[in-house]
């Protein structure tokens, strides 16, 4: 286990990383317009939106668009 690789920057140089504030883009061969995902809770698309993704599979009787405000 102490050869894995570190999370973060050791600044302390105790093995733990802490979190890094700033960090170069790396260079990924090209250039690529920003993303942002979504961030609405408006429920007013035909469709979820992928901010309402969970680590599951999905089910059709989970939600309603149309049933209620």
Known sequence: ???????????????????????????????????TPQTSDEFDMRVLGVQWQWESNPGRNWYSLTAGK
């Open 1 to 35: 286990m102490d050869d894995w690789p570190r999370m973060g920057e050791d600044l302390d140089k105790n093995g733990i990383g802490e979190p890094v504030i700033r960090f170069r883009k790396p260079n990924v061969g090209g250039s690529y317009a920003v993303a």
